[in-house]
Antibody
Framework: QVLLVQSGAEVKKPGASVKVSCKAS????????IVWVRQAPGQGPEWMAW????????KYAQNFQGRITLTTDTSRNIAYMEVRSLRSDDTAVYYC????????WGQGTTVTVSS | DIVMTQTPVSLAVTPGEPASISCRSS????????????LDWYLQKPGQSPQLLIH???YRASGVSDRFTGSGSGTDFTLKISRVEPEDVGVYYC?????????FGQGTKVEIK
């Protein structure tokens, strides 16, 4: 069974950082890139970034350039997204998804930013 | 960035009746070198992650009913549901991955009358 399992919910203060993990199973990790999407409360999804699990190449949405970093651990089939300098409007559910028509999604990680 | 605009914003449909959702891109989604148009459709049911319905313009994802059909070209794309069923309720999103950054439409909420 193809699965992406994300790390648990986080509560952070403004200015802090958060690192979300996304563990893949059931398929060859390096055959598909990983996409990160977030969804603020009551809003639609917003594409954030993509990473090639094959060579580590990345693409970031302009909104997040310089504030997020994507990495992978191919030995453990895990993708990571770190978001720095958190603001209250970063409060959202963060999803990872398998690229190529995002056919597999993680369950989402709720990140709450509040003082 | 390519802006994706969906219409209508919401839709109430009688079970068994058809439904259609339009998605328009601000720039032409050119076919890639492999001849594909990278336009996808997703359904998000309440409290769930989005799920892929249609990828690459017209290919149904694994397990998706043949009641769902994707079509279009250039800047105009359509998702059609031939006969709406109660389990089809949720918010539908189109998304282009023809060019970075990938962008979603704002969503169309489908409800049952």
């Amino acid at each position: 069974q193809v699965l992406l399992v994300q790390s648990g919910a986080e509560v952070k203060k403004p200015g802090a950082s958060v690192k979300v993990s996304c563990k893949a199973s059931g398929y060859t990790f390096r055959s598909y890139g990983i996409v990160w999407v977030r969804q603020a409360p009551g809003q639609g999804p917003e594409w954030m970034a993509w990473i090639s699990t094959y060579n580590g190449n990345t693409k970031y949405a302009q909104n997040f350039q310089g504030r997020i970093t994507l990495t992978t651990d191919t030995s453990r089939n895990i993708a990571y997204m770190e978001v720095r300098s958190l603001r209250s409007d970063d409060t959202a559910v963060y999803y990872c998804a398998r690229e190529g028509g995002m056919d597999v999604w993680g369950q989402g990680t709720t990140v709450t930013v509040s003082s | 960035d390519i802006v994706m605009t969906q219409t209508p914003v919401s839709l109430a449909v009688t079970p068994g009746e058809p439904a259609s959702i339009s998605c328009r891109s601000s720039e032409r989604l050119f076919e890639s070198h492999d001849g594909n148009t990278y336009l996808d459709w997703y359904l998000q049911k309440p409290g769930q992650s989005p799920q892929l319905l249609i990828h690459t313009l017209s290919y149904r994802a694994s397990g998706v009913s043949d009641r769902f059909t994707g079509s279009g070209s250039g800047t105009d794309f359509t998702l059609k549901i031939s006969r709406v069923e109660p389990e089809d309720v949720g918010v539908y999103y189109c998304m282009q991955r023809s060019d970075f950054p990938w962008t979603f439409g704002q969503g169309t909420k489908v409800e049952i009358k």
